[in-house]
């Protein structure tokens, strides 16, 4: 299910934690989550404090994750919504660095459809067409509870932009519109 998996645990949050997670929809017939990444995990990328903050902001720290005692979901979901949100409308051709791509040497959407690529790599569909209007949902985890979906008023938050690949793991606009090819 996700890098670091154990025990069948599907790298959820652990005892009074809470994490926020990316996931491709729909990516392979047999799963419906395909990982991407999660948060605080991916703060263990950033090269220091200081790049983290500069990603995601002041408030939010690895300590902030893990000191969670009340396991309220509602909560986690708030939370993971205003760290999320803010994520969610970077443009998918941005060079910008955030939880996704923390280097921003290359376009998230470029890092995104190489690692769809190295998953379909043996699909025949991909080889020849790529793949097209991939949706990127945010979920959450709650103290050893499964993956939710992050929620706003009853509607479930995904990334604003589609991902579309070509064959070769490169993105392109959905659209067909212009975009940022190199960072």
């Known amino acids: 299910f996700c ?13 009074n934690a809470y994490k926020c997670s990316v996931f491709f929809e729909n990516l392979t017939p047999r799963r419906k ?25 002041a408030d939010v720290t690895e300590e902030s994750f893990n000191n969670f005692p009340g396991c309220q979901a509602s909560a986690a979901n708030a939370r993971c919504y205003t760290t999320l949100n803010k994520q969610r409308s970077v ?15 290359e376009t998230i959407g470029d890092y995104l459809c190489k690692q769809v690529r190295r998953w379909k790599k043996n699909d025949s569909d991909f080889k020849a067409n790529g793949i ?14 499964p993956w939710e979906p992050v929620t706003n008023s009853g509607s479930d938050l995904y990334a604003d932009e589609d991902l579309c690949c070509n064959p070769d793991g490169t993105f392109f606009r959905c ?3 212009d975009f ?4």
């Open 91 to 105: 443009p998918l051709d941005s060079c910008d660095r955030n939880l996704i791509n923390t280097s921003g040497s």
């Open 180 to 183: 940022n090819q190199f960072c």
């Open 33 to 57: 989550l395909t990982w991407i990444g999660a948060l605080p995990d991916a703060l263990k990328k950033a090269k220091n404090k200081a790049e983290a903050k500069e990603i995601l902001g």
């Open 132 to 145: 097209k209007n991939l949706k990127l949902p945010f979920y959450y985890s709650a103290c050893n509870g």
């Open 175 to 177: 659209d067909g519109s």
């Open 3 to 15: 890098p670091g998996e154990r025990n069948g645990n599907e790298c959820r949050a652990g005892d």
